[in-house]
């Protein structure tokens, strides 16, 4: 609330584009020496969190995706933020939401500060990153089905914004069945926006798009070969990068520790 007293002091000149063209509500009807307080109301107050599995495992010694006590404990958990959240929405007609944020550079930044002051905990503080949101820790050994059933209920408690990955190990085209398999278990738990990552290479000398190991399997240049590497795409928190040099270590450290689901799976999904 403080923070939008701050921007609500501000007048339409302030913002040329987002009110000056009429990109918020209503904003079409103030002129440039208008407050913009009563426009912004149309935006929401934000809360938002991460690691929800560290939390569990400090709290009870396990995380959601390894008991169904961790699991319960989550949900009355984001709960009871999204119950504050309705709150102060009700109390204060304004639009205050809870949102699964990535927290890109808090992710890091956090860690290292309990790491300070509680120093190395198992499962909490022995990594560089903490875990985005709800989500599952990207280590952890489950199945794509499993972790999108167990991550779906927190969807509908999160009216902010939230997403749910799987990362697959291969080239979901030469699987079909399987991606769509994992597409309808996301439709039929409840996820309110749901990505499938998967890795898709490319070679700059010859052209070549897909999955290459060392080799690339229409030239055979090697990755070694002369001063240009493949490009790798890989999605780190919502972007599409062909290098996660520009990262910060926590980002880096989280991709490489991520469970790749097998694209071969053929389960049903009851």
């Keep these: 609330m403080e923070r939008y007293h701050i921007q609500a002091s501000k007048k339409v000149k302030n913002y040329p584009f987002l009110m000056?063209?009429?990109?918020?509500?209503?904003?079409?009807?103030?002129?440039?020496?208008?407050?913009?307080?009563?426009?912004?109301?149309?935006?929401?107050?934000?809360?938002?969190?991460?690691?929800?599995?560290?939390?569990?495992?400090?709290?009870?010694?396990?995380?959601?995706?390894?008991?169904?006590e961790a699991q319960n404990l989550g949900l009355n958990i984001i709960g009871y933020m999204r119950k504050r959240m309705d709150e102060?929405?009700?109390?204060?007609?304004?639009?205050?939401?809870?949102?699964a944020t990535p927290a890109e550079?808090?992710?890091?930044?956090?860690?290292?500060?309990?790491?300070?002051?509680?120093?190395?905990?198992?499962?909490?503080?022995d990594r560089d990153y903490y875990t985005n949101s709800f989500?599952?820790?990207?280590?952890?050994?489950?199945?794509a089905f499993d972790k999108i059933r167990l991550e779906a209920p927190y969807h509908s408690l999160t009216n902010g914004g939230h997403i749910s990955y799987v990362e697959l190990d291969g080239d979901p085209c030469k699987n079909l069945?399987?991606?769509?398999?994992?597409?309808?278990?996301?439709?039929?738990?409840?996820?309110?926006?749901?990505?499938?990552?998967?890795?898709?290479?490319?070679?700059?000398?010859?052209g070549y798009t897909g999955i290459i190991d060392n080799e690339c399997p229409l030239c055979h240049r090697q990755e070694d070969d002369g001063d240009t590497g493949f490009e790798r795409i890989r999605r780190i928190t919502g972007y599409l990068v062909g290098t996660v040099d520009r990262?910060?270590?926590?980002?880096r450290s989280e991709e490489k520790e991520r469970v790749k689901h097998d694209c071969g799976y053929t389960m049903d999904v009851e």
């Design 247 to 251: 990262f910060n270590n926590a980002k």
């Design 177 to 206: 069945d399987a991606f769509e398999k994992i597409v309808r278990c996301m439709k039929e738990s409840g996820i309110g926006y749901g990505s499938i990552n998967h890795p898709v290479d490319r070679d700059p000398v010859c």
């Design 20 to 68: 000056g063209q009429g990109i918020w509500l209503d904003s079409e009807k103030l002129k440039p020496n208008d407050s913009v307080g009563e426009v912004l109301k149309h935006g929401t107050l934000t809360v938002g969190f991460i690691g929800l599995a560290e939390c569990l495992k400090a709290l009870i010694g396990s995380h959601h995706g390894e008991t169904i």
């Design 135 to 143: 989500h599952i820790p990207v280590y952890h050994n489950i199945s």
């Design 88 to 99: 102060e929405t009700k109390k204060t007609r304004f639009n205050y939401s809870l949102i």
């Design 105 to 125: 550079g808090l992710s890091g930044r956090f860690v290292r500060m309990d790491k300070e002051r509680y120093g190395i905990i198992e499962g909490v503080t």
